[in-house]
């Protein structure tokens, strides 16, 4: 059974770098041919699709967000980080990460962290 845990701070204030963590067990991020995302919900709004690394460490990013974000990972600890730069309050929002099986498609999820910007 995979399992995902994202960590990181709960407030970030406007203009800083959001980062986060998402720690993986039950398999290793390095196996063959699956993808690890990470996707929020703003409050009152649906889920929106960040970006993914893949098991060869290649990225892709929402365009929407493309200029602000950066993934990485770290295979050693089995770990993928997320970092968002120049945040404001509108992305404040509960941030998961996931593995990610196809198109659209995620089979396991973390429980999400909520991030709020705010002076």
């Known amino acids: 059974q995979v399992q995902l845990l994202e960590s990181g701070p709960g407030l970030v204030k406007p203009s800083q770098t959001l980062s986060l963590t998402c720690s993986v067990s039950?398999?290793?991020?390095?196996?063959?041919?699956?993808?690890w995302s990470w996707i929020r919900q703003p409050p009152g709004k649906g889920l929106e699709w960040i970006g993914a690394?893949?098991?060869?460490?290649?990225?892709s990013y929402n365009p929407s967000l493309k200029s602000r974000t950066s993934i990485s990972m770290d295979a050693s600890k089995n770990q993928f980080t997320l970092q968002l730069s120049s945040v404001t309050p509108e992305d404040t929002a509960v941030y998961y990460c996931a593995r990610r099986v196809g198109v659209d498609e995620h089979d396991y999820w973390g429980q999400g962290t909520q991030v709020a910007v705010s002076s």
């Open positions: 039950g398999g290793s991020i390095t196996t063959n041919y699956y993808y």
């Open positions: 690394i893949s098991w060869t460490d290649s990225t």
